[in-house]
């Protein structure tokens, strides 16, 4: 280990999916309802509610620890965390301390350098969500906080890796490989807002730890470390002392900050939930049937598909992806994966993201028509570009979908091989325009062809098949020549 | 043997006041229970606790919430649905 | 529906609500008048655990048993004074003034369901429901004269019942026969799937007055230094009145009575400094100021709400639960519990019953215990039952110097049944 080694562990917080909480029947669908609208007098902890255990919470943990090869102990219990906060409406959170559900374990992630490292895994257990609190008002008027229960109650699988991460970009990598598992368990929704967050803890080798809690987003964990790894170096430089502390991250301005004192040092005062009974599933371990997993996917892409591994890995990435994927190839693999990948991987993905626009608004067929098109060699890459644009943009309107065919019809965008008077049009007039081009290209300047070319490119908006267009200009710069 | 200050500090811990003027009382009090609470000590091994009564769980299945009227009906203040409290530092 | 007037002369203080109008149905205790503990859940109806912490606090739910009470058509007449939160002997720490024993009123009930005992003894009920932590059914049902019991543990749904220590308390009937009682416990018992920890069990019995071929252990503990010569009398002779119904008894031990007090002591304040932290004035209850900052206000509501006895018990169970010192208390008190429960097991392989005094001495004068240790020190032969699970009630047998006396009987698990039929064959040869 190199002496300013980065060391990182991460505690993930994941909520996962059932229908009701973890130990009332209150419904988990909470986002789009009024504040305290999902809530009963055991999650809203009432004197005298009693927690019942929801059975579907540790069935979707024991897959979890299953999938990620963690051993499950022989008895596992609940534990009271008590501390006093307005969100925490029993004042302790009942969690699991000295037995959880699960020990041990790992989870492989792409290497920084290249290849697959394994990051091992201390334990998973299972434990309720607090409320929410708002804060409001201000200085003049008040501060005072507003408390909506409706995620009081909430399951969480906490899964906590030992130190193992060397750098915030590992550190991601191993969020982004630890949901894909999630999703592809279809225990753990990562689209709802919230229901993930991450204590990150990192340090410098030979330097103390610190904490940066409740980051909540994918970005902000990496966003966050790097952040750290460099304020916590400038500290070593300056000869200063990092100090062992709790710090949260603040979005919006991508930095941290050290918690106040009143974090530090809590005595928890763990005991055993009264209230709740012992659990002896360990014998339930053999029988959790797993689907496929994102390493088993992505190794089925290469072999069954022909998928590049940087592909495959892209398109396993996400469940909805890779099912995607397979969706719009099903009718002919053989013709379509290799173009489909592509496509998706190296451009789809990107246009979603440019429009903010989720996957599930695309339509597989009309995607799987257009690569049909291209294949066909109807139209050219440029155009095929277009065409998903104008898809895309259609459905995020919700004007009229047209199908690819319609589209390139309508903005007559069919290549145009077979009638090269269109392009030898463009090309004189091309070569008539700019007459600067043709002395450079004469003279040998490289460039010049190229902005020929691109200027022929606008003139036939991009139909000509570029190839073609190649060929054609230099023959037809030939001809000027003599 | 605990003093006055670690008294304080258990009152602290446990965020609930104590008056001056029941300090000493407390303190007094507090170290005769703990001392008659020694006896523990003489508990030998660790029995293992009995365990006849193990997964209790329930199905996962929706039930009505409380409406959210009477969610509010006993907090002393709201606001737009959402109960007040005192601000958190 | 129907409705009962209920206007008592509660020149005891006995009630903290009551229900003028208690309306009921049909059932097997179809217009029956019952009185609860103000620490068990009642929707509509103010629930207070005697603290004025949660003065004003309304229910929005029933707890399970008074779900049941309503069903077998009951008419839940209103909610009896107690010790704040269950933590006492007396019912001196209720925030609302003492209960007055009916028997004398120089006196107290008992605790911690010494208003349920009262108005049964005092005649305004025949029936109530109590709660027992520590013996707070039993020692106020041998005070004031009435048939209390606490079941075996997990017999009696606690969902509703405002916690005090979960993994030692039962509701349970007090009535004034054994009779009454057993039927209150056919209607409250059972499995419910709000409480993880009840078994399925109900309770379906009907007194038999026959002990018959029983075997009677007499714990030499329960009659040691402690308890009152004369209370010792009085139930040494009741306990040869059980022989003359044909039970055989035999002196045994309990070796593990030496730490059940300090066992009990440690895990229920270790629970209750727990389930007493929710009350912050946020959700229910007095208002926390919230020109406050939160701990500030949090400190504030709970310094001016809770009583003096409730404030030690939590700062007591903080202590015992803090860092590097939950081996040497929390865990050594389960520890211990295991050990009474083996002594217990023990004992109930050779004998079918256990007897004794349910208190080591008659009701006290009012603010007679001032001191906490001696006042947790009458508690020693009511805890071990709560420790062990096991059922156990008390029946009126006899008096010194001219209060009432408890004749203490204890079960195996799950045989409450024998237990109300050796209590009732007692008090069906005396009365």
Known sequence: MADDQVIVGLEVHCQLDTKSKLFCGCSTDYRSDGPNTHVCPVCLGLPGAMPVLNKRSIEYAMKVAKALNCTVLHESEFSRKNYFYPDLDKAYQITQYDKPLAEGGYLEIESDEGGERRIQLTRIHVEEDPGRLVHMGNAERGKYSLVDYNRAGIPLIEIVSEPDMRSPKEARKFLNKLRATLEYLSVFDSEKEGSLRVDANISIKGNERVEVKNITSYKGVEKALTYEVTRQKNLIRRGQRIERETRHFIESTGITQSSRSKEQEHDYRYFPEPDLRPLHVQSWVEGIVLPELPDARRERFVLQYGCSLNHARTLTGELKLANFFEHVVVADPKGLSSLAATWIADTLIGELNYRSMNLDRVDAAGFTELIRILKQGTITDKSGIEVLRVMLDQRIKNEMAETPTAIVSRLNLAKTSGDTSIITAAINEAITENPKALEDYFAGKGGALNFLVGQVMKKTRGKADPGELNRMLIEALKKKET | ?89 | MHELSFEPDDRYNAFLAVCKKAPYGKGKLSGIAIAVKDNISTRGIETTCASKILKGYIPPYDAHAVELLRQSGAAIVGKTNMDEFGMGTTTENSAFGPTLNPCDTNRVPGGSSGGSAAAVAGNMVRMALGTDTGGSIRCPAAFCGIVGLKPTYGRVSRYGLIAYANSLEQIGPMGQNVSEVSTLLQVIAGKDRHDSTTYDRPYNHNPVADIKGLKIGIPTEYFGEGVDPKVAGVVKTAISRLEELGASTVPCSIPSMKYALAAYYVTCTCEASSNLARFDGVRYGPAADSKKSWHDAYKEVRKAGFGTEVRRRIMLGTFALSSGYYGKYYAKAQVARENVKADFARLFSEVDLIAGPTMPTIAFRLKEKSDPLSMYLSDILTVPANLAGIPAISVPCGKADGMPVGLQIMGRPFEDERVIDAAYAYEQAVN
């Open chain 2, 1 to 89: 043997m605990v003093t006055e200050k670690d008294v304080e500090h258990i009152a602290e811990l446990a965020d609930i006041g104590i008056n001056t003027d029941e300090l000493g009382t407390f303190t007094h009090q507090f170290n005769a229970i703990l001392d008659y609470f020694d006896v523990l000590d003489q508990v030998k091994g660790d029995t293992t606790i009995t365990r006849d009564l193990t997964n209790i769980m329930r199905e996962d299945i929706v039930e009505p919430s409380l409406p959210q009227n009477e969610v509010l009906k006993n907090a002393a203040a709201q606001e737009d649905g959402f109960i007040k409290a005192p601000r958190v530092m």
